[in-house]
């Protein structure tokens, strides 16, 4: 039986007309890395306060390690660690004091407390700037610190609030080698994005959009229940035909990718490159190839029906 | 023993804040300093050298030495003689000068006629014998000038004509208790104590949660398991020690620099001072919960501050006010506070006798942290 660590149905917050979140279901389960994709404004923020109790739901009901919230919010809270979209550690703290302040926050004894800074100092690459200002930090080092101090009681979930924002390729992925050792250690982890590679890396995710949940699944799923062809043209008029076969209802969208043209294909239309090379403004010597979806063609279709 | 610990987070937090917070660590200490120099030197309810003319409409001996005997009193200085009664006025009205002696021609048959000089003691019916010597045109908008200028009024004019005193035994014998050299500071020093702390601890805690707010560190805080009665408590325990360490500023240089005494023992100053700096910090705090921003919370602090220094005792005396800022001022801490540190201060009061006041700044602290517990809630809408 598979065991849950978040489970809400019909979650809505509302911040005056503003539907931020509208009747969201979720299931996450143990000891997987689950994803929030969304653009700016798809409300991941505000369902992220809402599970951890930091914001009041509109209606719904949310359970969160088995507490009820927004009730049982101060028992959870030992129970979980949350790292927020903008840095919320002390900018005039040293990297150490920070650590000592919110070790001391969760109440960890003296020894304890000093074992495992040092080993977060490690594991985390921080000790060179144990003695440094926060505020003085670069973004990587910003973000280890964040990240450090929300597991540093060994929360059993995590939530990630676009942890990774700030952050150079590079140590974008060193971050989400971390991220999969916490995984693998047994933490739970929620984490928010608007990186199609982030979202992939993602055990289950769901894709928001103006704060309707418009699909979820595992990465492979949602690609392979697209409901969508994919295309991509090689032409040597690459902008004028993008406009031409956005123009057909048959055609969801097209992007121009360097110098092919990647077309997606409403599924109802059986063979698309036979569709596609019908149309007059396809030339001869067009090149036409029908490819895998990615997860970038999962959400420009799910999030499609929103669009005018 | 978890909740202690959390206080104790925050606490070291704080204090950690606070020593890199350069600005602030200097407040701490310039303004008992500066304000302690500026009231103690500046404010003199014993008025003296009140700059004043003259028309003299006599031009005679005579009144050149009553004017003389008026300087020594030291009360006033004449800078200036006008020819008319209409140009003393209008220098009164450009106050180039206070107040203007007007010395009338037959001076010299008032003045031998005068009881103050003591030729007999006529009857007062007497239209003659009981007309004053000479007039004060006064620039009455200021009270405390024309209160010194009226001080004069029966002045004795004894020296004037080298006679023998006619000495009137007073009604009254005045015996002044505590302060006997009537010094100002005596009385301003210790009042010093309660507004300045009231100034530096509401506004120090006033921002305090503010703060957090505004840098963007709530969110995480409010996410951990921290009571927000801990967050309280923890925020303000470093400031006692910043408004103890400001009120002996204030009273080793009372001492130091005024030779104000401190009569009364020093851990009944102790306590009354630290419940008196509790209540304050509480004040603060409940300031904080409710301002949006620093601004807010700044001028909230003026709010409280305003009437703290003006009807607290501090300025004028509690007795003198009408009844309606009697109330007012049995509100504000600073008030109770005022009465506590004068009496030990100066008087050598004991706590046990003041139990109403004392009692009082106890249930404002219980009742402050309570309504900012309450207040702080530990969510973001
Ligand atoms: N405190 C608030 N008051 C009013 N409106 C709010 C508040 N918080 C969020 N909103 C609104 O709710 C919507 C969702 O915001 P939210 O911050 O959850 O989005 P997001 O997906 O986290 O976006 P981003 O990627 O930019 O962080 C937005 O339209 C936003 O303006
Ligand atoms: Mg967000």
Partial sequence: MTEYVIQVSNLCRQFGEVKAIQ??????????????????????TTAIRMLTGLLKPSSGDIRVLNYRLPGQAQNLRLHIGYMTQNFSLYEDLTVTENLRFFAKIYGLTATGRKQRIAELLDIYRLGHKAAQLAGNLSGGQRQR????????????????????????????????????????????????????DEA????????????????????????????????????????????????LPEVISAAQLGSRLRV????????????????????????????????????????????? | MKSLRRIYAIFSKELIQLRRDKMTIRMVVMIPLIQLLLFGYAINTNVRHIPVGAVDQSQNGLSRILMQTISATRVVEFVARYASIQQAQSAIASAKVRAVLVIPADVSQRLARHQSVGLGTPPSSDEETSRPVAQWMVDGSDTMIAGAVKSLRSMPLTELLSK????????????????????????????????????????????????????????MLI??????IELMVGKIIPYMFIGALQAAIVLGLGKLLFNVPINGS???????????????????????????????????TVFVLLPSILLSGFMFPYEGMPRFAQHIAETLPATHFMRLIRSVVLRDAEIADMTFD?????????????????????TLD
């Fill in chain 1, 23 to 44: 009747s969201l279901d979720l299931n996450v389960e143990r000891g997987r890395i689950y994803g929030f994709l969304g653009p700016n404004g798809s409300g991941k």
């Fill in chain 1, 264 to 308: 997606l294909v409403k599924d109802q239309v059986s063979d698309p490159v036979a569709f596609l090379r019908q149309q007059d403004s396809l030339s001869a010597e067009d090149r036409l190839e029908k490819v895998h979806p990615s997860l970038e063609d999962v959400f420009v279709t799910s999030t499609g029906a929103g669009r005018p």
């Fill in chain 2, 223 to 228: 996410a951990t398991p921290v009571r927000p």
């Fill in chain 1, 200 to 247: 992939e890396r993602c055990h289950k995710l769901a894709i928001f959009e103006t704060g309707i949940k418009r699909a979820d699944g595992s990465p492979d799923e949602l690609m392979r229940q697209m409901g969508a062809h994919v295309v991509e043209i090689s032409s040597a008029h690459l902008r004028q035909l993008k406009q031409q076969l956005t123009r």
């Fill in chain 2, 164 to 219: 023998p005193a006619n000495r009137n035994t007073p009604t009254f014998e005045v015996t002044l208790l505590f302060n006997p050299e009537q010094r100002t500071a005596v009385n301003v020093v210790p009042g010093l104590v309660a507004i300045i702390l009231t100034m530096t601890m509401i506004l120090f805690t006033s921002a305090a949660i503010v703060r957090e707010n505004e840098r963007g560190n709530m969110e």
């Fill in chain 2, 266 to 300: 020093l851990w009944q100053l102790g306590v009354v001072t630290m419940l008196f700096i509790s209540a304050s910090l509480t004040l603060g705090l409940v300031i904080s919960t409710l301002a949006k921003n620093q601004l807010q919370s700044m001028q909230m």
């Fill in chain 2, 358 to 378: 004392t009692f009082w700044l106890i249930a404002f602290t219980v009742l402050g942290l309570l309504v900012a517990s309450l207040r702080f809630k530990k």
């Fill in chain 1, 145 to 196: 610190l964040a990240l450090a101090a929300a597991v540093l009681h060994q929360p059993e979930l995590l939530f990630l609030d676009e942890p990774t924002s700030a952050v150079d390729p590079e140590n974008r992925r060193e971050f989400w080698e971390q991220l999969f050792d916490l995984s693998d250690r047994g933490t739970s982890i929620l984490v928010s994005t608007h990186f199609m």
